[in-house]
């Protein structure tokens, strides 16, 4: 079959086009002929040897964890889908050797769900990892619920945008950061505050726009976003990171909870985030589609960290 895999780790220029065997689906599995493969932060980190000693991996590699494709082959035991059947999945394994960039990937029947009926092939392959991702911060350490006042941080980003509009249909006031370059985007996804985070501190910001404090931040960028978050939470209010593991004795000293969140794959919450899409509550938007040749120029760009949504390619 056709991949694009890479056979030692390094920058996007390792990328290449190769002819690999094609996947077998093996007990509780489905092998899935891939029509669009969403790209991901992770899959660069992975490509430039980010979890080499984290997950166990093969080389070649063919990365790619998101999914919108075909059912090809059941493996034994899988029941709830049929061959020909449009699904998308978050095809995260044990151990990452067999990804999505390429014509066929099987994937375990628990993390995979029919599609949305209302997107094409390119929009649902940009939601799994994304969707669930932001799905999981939403929900962890008691969720949210209407009135809730939320932070999200990089929320023009992947997991930003699709954040923005769950946590809007929660009934959450919803404040965000970004870039000056996707602040209208921001505000079209119904955040209530758009911070230009290369203008303003958003601790100063969020003193103006909620100076009760929020109950939850979700922290897409790290680093000192992460540091900072703590001091624009209410009292017992909640810091959920999916980069890095936050200050748990600064968060003490605040009375404040945190946590990193690493998400996991879920096709029953892949249903639920369908039927969002189809009744119109939940949108991808998708910055750029590449074909699969062009997977190291989708790679240059995920790796500059100013996608606006997400980056798809197509088979
Ligand atoms: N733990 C997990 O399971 C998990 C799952 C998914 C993703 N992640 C991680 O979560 C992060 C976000 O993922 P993603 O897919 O959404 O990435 P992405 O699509 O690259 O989006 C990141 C966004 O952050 C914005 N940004 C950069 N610096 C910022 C700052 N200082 N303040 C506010 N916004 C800023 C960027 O927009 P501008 O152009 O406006 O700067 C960009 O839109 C990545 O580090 C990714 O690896 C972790």
Same mark, same amino acid.
């Given at each position: #079959?056709?991949?694009?895999?890479?056979?030692? %780790?390094?920058?996007?220029?390792?990328? @290449?086009?190769?002819?690999?065997?094609?996947?077998?689906?093996?007990?509780?599995?489905?092998?899935?002929?891939?029509?669009?493969?969403?790209?991901?932060?992770?899959?660069? #980190?992975?490509?430039?040897?980010? %979890?080499?000693?984290? #997950?166990?991996?093969?080389?070649?590699?063919?990365?790619?964890?998101?999914?919108?494709?075909?059912?090809?082959?059941?493996?034994?035991?899988?029941?709830?889908?049929?061959?020909?059947?449009?699904?998308?999945?978050?095809?995260?394994?044990?151990?990452?050797?067999?990804?999505?960039?390429?014509?066929?990937?099987?994937?375990?029947?628990?993390?995979?769900?029919? #599609?949305?009926?209302?997107?094409? %092939?390119?929009?649902?392959?940009?939601?799994?990892?994304?969707?669930?991702?932001?799905?999981?911060?939403?929900?962890?350490?008691?969720?949210?619920?209407?009135?809730?006042?939320?932070?999200?941080?990089?929320?023009?980003?992947?997991?930003?945008?699709?954040?923005?509009?769950?946590?809007?249909?929660?009934?959450?006031?919803?404040?965000?950061?970004?870039?000056?370059?996707?602040?209208? %985007?921001?505000?079209?996804?119904?955040?209530?505050?758009?911070?230009?985070?290369?203008?303003?501190?958003?601790?100063?910001?969020?003193?103006?726009?909620?100076?009760?404090?929020?109950?939850?931040?979700?922290?897409?960028?790290?680093?000192?976003?992460?540091?900072?978050?703590?001091?624009?939470?209410?009292?017992?209010?909640?810091?959920?990171?999916?980069?890095?593991?936050?200050?748990?004795?600064?968060?003490? @000293?605040?009375?404040?909870?945190?946590?990193?969140?690493?998400?996991?794959?879920?096709?029953?919450?892949?249903?639920?985030?369908?039927?969002?899409?189809?009744? @119109?509550?939940?949108?991808?938007?998708?910055?750029?589609?590449?074909?699969?040749?062009?997977?190291?120029?989708?790679?240059?760009?995920?790796?500059?960290?100013?996608?606006?949504?997400?980056?798809?390619?197509?088979?």
């Amino acid at each position: #079959m056709r991949a694009i895999a890479i056979e030692r %780790f390094g920058g996007p220029n390792e990328l @290449k086009a190769m002819d690999l065997p094609r996947p077998r689906a093996d007990r509780g599995e489905v092998l899935l002929r891939v029509v669009s493969a969403g790209v991901n932060p992770v899959d660069a #980190m992975i490509c430039a040897g980010g %979890f080499d000693g984290l #997950m166990p991996h093969d080389f070649p590699l063919i990365p790619g964890w998101d999914v919108a494709g075909s059912v090809e082959e059941l493996g034994e035991g899988v029941s709830s889908v049929r061959k020909g059947d449009r699904v998308w999945a978050l095809a995260r394994k044990a151990s990452i050797q067999w990804g999505c960039y390429a014509e066929y990937v099987a994937v375990p029947e628990s993390s995979l769900a029919p #599609m949305p009926a209302k997107l094409l %092939f390119e929009e649902a392959a940009a939601m799994p990892l994304a969707g669930l991702t932001a799905y999981q911060c939403l929900s962890a350490m008691g969720g949210i619920g209407g009135g809730s006042r939320v932070l999200i941080h990089g929320a023009g980003g992947g997991v930003g945008h699709l954040a923005v509009q769950l946590a809007r249909h929660a009934g959450a006031a919803v404040y965000a950061t970004t870039g000056s370059d996707k602040l209208d %985007f921001v505000f079209g996804l119904g955040a209530a505050g758009v911070i230009d985070y290369s203008r303003e501190d958003f601790r100063e910001a969020m003193g103006r726009l909620c100076p009760e404090g929020v109950d939850l931040v979700v922290d897409l960028v790290g680093g000192d976003v992460t540091a900072h978050s703590l001091e624009v939470l209410r009292e017992d209010g909640r810091l959920i990171s999916t980069v890095e593991e936050p200050d748990a004795e600064a968060a003490h @000293k605040r009375g404040v909870r945190t946590r990193f969140l690493w998400a996991e794959a879920d096709g029953e919450q892949l249903t639920h985030l369908a039927q969002l899409v189809d009744e @119109k509550v939940l949108r991808p938007h998708v910055e750029k589609i590449y074909s699969l040749n062009d997977a190291a120029e989708a790679h240059r760009r995920v790796r500059e960290g100013h996608t606006r949504g997400k980056l798809v390619l197509n088979l």
